[in-house]
């Protein structure tokens, strides 16, 4: 049995959600795993105003957080600035965590954490072994520190990208989700939706947060074309009580049953390339991406689409020829046949498990 330490990051739901996924995997294998919130190890509260100007920025000042992304995390020629000073400053508690936890490893699924651990490494700072679990098709450098052991992605391509680009060992294990191929709550989600005028629903994300460019039109091109636009709106209740005044749009707010709803509904249009993608693919419905919000998102969107997991829409009338395509008569095609085999389904269990055995005793 090996004792791992989790390290995530409360920035909308998405890493929380792996870190729950991954724990539940490694306690289901025998071991035991805790998870914690890397910016709750930063001092004071730079962690919180970290996350409300993430926040900010991505809602209301998304060209801002373009450049930001442009600046710190794609590549680019002569010193480029980074995150290391940050990470630095949750040395101290991560080493008091993993003497508290006897960690035998310690596994980041955010990429400051991965900064943090890959950091401590180089510098013989943290005595266990550490692994980065990447969770976005759009591999950043901040995602990437030659001083961890083992990188974890989403797919064999972005592995071999990792490695070429660090030298360091990566493995594919595929998208860290339980197995909701059959959603229990998808017969409630599908009455619901279907009750009134029978147009097909179609899901419109904007993620945890609510945050997404021209939602409101979006949402009458949808009706416009026959649609039913069921928007997530997360925990904005402003955006939910706006959209609901759009004429023949359904807004929710935050939906415990993501896998029954997305289910029960013809397709997802996506901005972000993330883990909402992703769950949408697990009950096998068709991806469409489409507006993304800057940075990391829009890099994500284009990048499931080159690998062939969904479409890319770059403007509302390839939007509306994609949803036409995939859902005829306003069901997806065969579900099973969608997903196939591109999305691989790795041991991360086994791999990490390797790892925490050359912890030192």
């Not at 510098?123 to 995602?143: G, K, N, Y």
């Amino acid at each position: 049995m090996s004792r791992l330490l989790v390290l995530s990051a409360s920035m909308g739901a998405g890493h929380d959600s792996v870190a729950v996924e991954l724990a539940r995997r490694l306690r289901a294998a025998g071991h035991e795993a805790v998870r914690r919130d890397v910016l709750e190890m930063l001092p004071a509260s730079v962690g919180a105003g970290l996350r409300a100007f993430y926040h900010a920025t991505v809602r209301h000042a998304p060209l801002l957080y373009g450049g930001i992304y442009a600046t710190f995390f794609r590549d680019g020629a002569g010193p480029r600035p980074g995150s290391a000073p940050l990470a630095a400053l949750a040395e101290d508690r991560l080493r008091a965590e993993v003497a508290s936890e006897r960690a035998d490893a310690v596994v980041a699924v955010f990429h400051l954490a991965a900064q943090l651990t890959g950091r401590m490494r180089t510098l013989e700072r943290l005595a266990v072994p550490s692994a980065v679990v990447i969770t976005d098709f759009a591999v950043h450098r901040q995602w990437l520190h030659p001083g961890n052991d083992l990188n974890l992605c989403l797919t064999p391509q972005i592995a071999r990208e990792v490695r070429h680009r660090l030298g360091r060992p990566a493995a594919a294990c595929g998208p860290l989700q339980p197995d909701r191929f059959h959603p229990p709550g998808e017969a409630s989600w599908r009455q619901r939706l279907t009750a009134d005028d029978g147009r097909p629903p179609v899901l419109l994300s904007s993620g945890a947060w609510g945050v997404g460019s021209r939602l409101h039109a979006t949402a009458r091109l949808l009706v416009a074309a026959g649609y039913l636009p069921v928007v997530l709106c997360g925990r904005n209740d402003r955006l939910r009580r706006l959209l609901s005044k759009v004429p023949g749009t359904l807004a929710v707010g935050w939906v415990d049953d993501m896998p029954g709803l997305m289910a029960a509904c013809a397709a997802l249009i996506d901005n972000a390339g993330g883990q909402t993608a992703l769950e949408a693919l697990a009950v096998g419905a068709p991806v469409v991406g489409y507006r993304p919000i800057p940075g990391h998102g829009a890099e994500g969107v284009r990048r499931m689409a080159e690998f062939g997991l969904t479409e890319y829409a770059a403007d509302s009338w390839q939007l509306l020829h994609a949803l036409d395509r995939l859902t005829p008569d306003g069901q997806p095609p065969d579900r099973r046949a969608l997903v196939g085999d591109r999305l691989v389904r790795g041991d991360v269990v086994g791999l990490l498990e390797q790892l925490s055995a050359r912890a030192p005793t």
